[in-house]
């Protein structure tokens, strides 16, 4: 049994398991249906450090030359001109800050421009530096760099840098044991019998079936799955392959932690094309299309953004609510049926070239139907954990009601709590669902609120919440 703590309670609640079934309380978020929202290889000679660093198995150093980034320089140069071109001015240290581009490097190729006319000094900046402006000449060359792309960002890092990054932090390498998924549903009131179902599942790393009626805690359960692997991974702000960039880095599926200062415990910054972030977990829903399973070309920007599994590498991606997607399930299964096989995928760049990039991500499908009357064999045996996330019982529910009223603070009436389960569930043959117990006492709440009332269980205001609640269910 899965029960959402309110803020007071801590501790696991151990149960009686039911066979074969495991079953998910939720209350605080339980199914947000529908909702949006690999192993130790090492990095090339010039790739960032792979390794062990403050515990990480990855950590990408501070770049000193340009040799270094594993860029060309045409390609730094054209990021120069378009940031000068978007800003105006800036000095040299402004540059490279916001280029991501070493210090001494990045002044030396500003002299080289300002020799060659396409920048000019505007002024004197502290400690020897100036502030930089283009020339006529400069403006015209910037805006031919983006007529080709208009990404003005960070500098990228190459492709096979990103895919030994990706090696080194697989999820693959993590093994949680039963403290860290403790750990990971720690805001969770937890039995034993469900953590020794989900941790083999876990382990592998190959994706798994949650499966039940809606209102059970399925995306609860997939949300949280994440955390029981290491917490911090690095990806690159950008990817640089066959000529064009990948901006990889996204604020909404990606959370940024730390800061760009100097790490105190390596004793030396990291390169700042990489951004240090928690292991994604990202959720989509019956808005998923083909599209966003690849690359994404802007014709306008000439930009292209990642696909969704690309972006959840080394993390989660869950399908919420399997079936009901735009596309057939079947059509999902043709194209990822081999990438969940070797664990590495095939994408198309706009010019028409094939990249293989990591697919390195526990997918999660998470559905109300059932898992055989969607897919076929060949797409089961690659997914090999089905979980079927069942209704709680009545000690269960009764024990949700009391988790919930006081997290809710809504006085607790026992009688009231025996007349609801008594007239709106064995009199209606109602199953239990885990959500109901939280949206039940929301309606006697804001009940309370609207005649400013305490708010309390009471037989009255369950008829009137069931009536509300329950009148097309």
Same mark, same amino acid.
């Given at each position: 049994?899965?029960?959402?703590?309110?803020?007071?309670?801590?501790?696991?609640?151990?149960?009686?398991?039911?066979?074969?079934?495991?079953?998910?309380?939720?209350?605080?978020?339980?199914?947000?249906?529908?909702?949006?929202?690999?192993?130790?290889?090492?990095?090339?000679?010039?790739?960032?450090?792979?390794?062990?660093?403050?515990?990480?198995?990855?950590?990408?150093?501070?770049?000193?030359?340009?040799?270094?980034?594993?860029?060309?320089?045409?390609?730094?140069?054209?990021?120069?001109?378009?940031?000068?071109?978007?800003?105006?001015?800036?000095?040299?240290?402004?540059?490279?800050?916001?280029?991501?581009?070493?210090?001494?490097?990045?002044?030396?190729?500003?002299?080289?421009?300002?020799?060659?006319?396409?920048?000019?000094?505007?002024?004197?900046?502290?400690?020897?530096?100036?502030?930089?402006?283009?020339?006529?000449?400069?403006?015209?060359?910037?805006?031919?760099?983006?007529?080709?792309?208009?990404?003005?960002?960070?500098?990228?890092?190459?492709?096979?840098?990103?895919?030994?990054?990706?090696?080194?932090?697989?999820?693959?390498?993590?093994?949680?044991?039963?403290?860290?998924?403790?750990?990971?549903?720690?805001?969770?009131?937890?039995?034993?019998?469900?953590?020794?179902?989900?941790?083999?599942?876990?382990?592998?790393?190959?994706?798994?079936?949650?499966?039940?009626?809606?209102?059970?805690?399925?995306?609860?359960?997939?949300?949280?799955?994440?955390?029981?692997?290491?917490?911090?991974?690095?990806?690159?702000?950008?990817?640089?392959?066959?000529?064009?960039?990948?901006? /990889?880095?996204?604020?909404?599926?990606?959370?940024?932690?730390?800061?760009?200062?100097?790490?105190?415990?390596?004793?030396?910054?990291?390169?700042?094309?990489?951004?240090?972030?928690?292991?994604?977990?990202?959720?989509?829903?019956?808005?998923?299309?083909?599209?966003?399973?690849?690359?994404?070309?802007?014709?306008?920007?000439?930009?292209?953004?990642?696909?969704?599994?690309?972006?959840?590498?080394?993390?989660?991606?869950?399908?919420?609510?399997?079936?009901?997607?735009?596309?057939?399930?079947?059509?999902?299964?043709?194209?990822?049926?081999?990438?969940?096989?070797?664990?590495?995928?095939?994408?198309?760049?706009?010019?028409?070239?094939?990249?293989?990039?990591?697919?390195?991500?526990?997918?999660? /499908?998470?559905?109300?139907?059932?898992?055989?009357?969607?897919?076929?064999?060949?797409?089961?045996?690659?997914?090999?954990?089905?979980?079927?996330?069942?209704?709680?019982?009545?000690?269960?529910?009764?024990?949700?009601?009391?988790?919930?009223?006081?997290?809710?603070?809504?006085?607790?009436?026992?009688?009231?709590?025996?007349?609801?389960?008594?007239?709106?569930?064995?009199?209606?043959?109602?199953?239990?669902?885990?959500?109901?117990?939280?949206?039940?006492?929301?309606?006697?709440?804001?009940?309370?609120?609207?005649?400013?009332?305490?708010?309390?269980?009471?037989?009255?205001?369950?008829?009137?919440?069931?009536?509300?609640?329950?009148?097309?269910?």
């Amino acid at each position: 049994m899965i029960v959402l703590k309110p803020p007071p309670l801590k501790k696991a609640r151990d149960s009686e398991a039911s066979s074969g079934e495991v079953e998910a309380i939720d209350p605080g978020a339980a199914e947000a249906e529908g909702a949006a929202t690999t192993a130790g290889a090492s990095a090339s000679d010039d790739a960032p450090g792979v390794g062990p660093a403050g515990g990480e198995a990855f950590f990408p150093p501070e770049v000193e030359t340009l040799a270094q980034m594993g860029l060309p320089d045409a390609l730094i140069e054209s990021l120069i001109f378009k940031h000068l071109l978007a800003v105006g001015s800036n000095t040299g240290r402004g540059i490279a800050r916001d280029l991501c581009l070493p210090g001494k490097p990045a002044h030396q190729m500003l002299a080289d421009l300002k020799a060659r006319q396409f920048v000019v000094y505007k002024g004197a900046a502290s400690m020897g530096d100036f502030e930089y402006a283009l020339t006529d000449a400069g403006r015209e060359r910037a805006r031919g760099f983006i007529a080709e792309s208009s990404y003005a960002g960070c500098a990228p890092v190459p492709l096979h840098d990103y895919v030994a990054s990706v090696r080194a932090q697989t999820i693959t390498l993590e093994q949680p044991g039963l403290d860290a998924l403790r750990r990971a549903f720690s805001d969770l009131l937890i039995r034993e019998s469900m953590l020794d179902i989900l941790g083999p599942a876990i382990n592998s790393g190959r994706g798994m079936f949650l499966y039940g009626h809606a209102g059970n805690g399925k995306t609860s359960i997939a949300e949280r799955i994440t955390m029981c692997f290491g917490t911090h991974i690095w990806v690159p702000r950008a990817i640089y392959v066959e000529g064009q960039i990948i901006q /990889f880095f996204d604020p909404q599926c990606h959370e940024r932690v730390g800061t760009d200062a100097p790490s105190i415990v390596k004793g030396a910054a990291h390169d700042a094309r990489w951004v240090r972030i928690r292991r994604p977990t990202i959720v989509v829903g019956g808005e998923l299309m083909m599209e966003s399973l690849e690359l994404c070309y802007n014709q306008h920007t000439k930009i292209t953004e990642p696909s969704l599994q690309m972006k959840s590498n080394c993390g989660t991606l869950v399908i919420d609510d399997f079936g009901r997607q735009r596309m057939k399930p079947i059509e999902l299964l043709n194209r990822w049926i081999v990438p969940l096989e070797k664990r590495h995928d095939f994408l198309t760049l706009s010019n028409g070239k094939k990249i293989q990039v990591p697919f390195d991500q526990l997918i999660i /499908f998470s559905t109300n139907l059932e898992p055989r009357e969607l897919v076929d064999d060949a797409f089961l045996r690659r997914i090999p954990y089905k979980i079927n996330v069942g209704d709680p019982s009545e000690a269960e529910f009764r024990e949700l009601l009391h988790v919930m009223a006081g997290a809710l603070e809504v006085e607790r009436d026992d009688a009231a709590v025996d007349y609801l389960i008594e007239e709106h569930y064995r009199r209606k043959d109602r199953p239990f669902r885990c959500c109901h117990p939280r949206d039940l006492l929301l309606q006697i709440k804001n009940r309370a609120k609207f005649v400013k009332q305490p708010a309390r269980m009471s037989p009255e205001g369950f008829d009137a919440a069931c009536e509300n609640y329950f009148a097309v269910l």
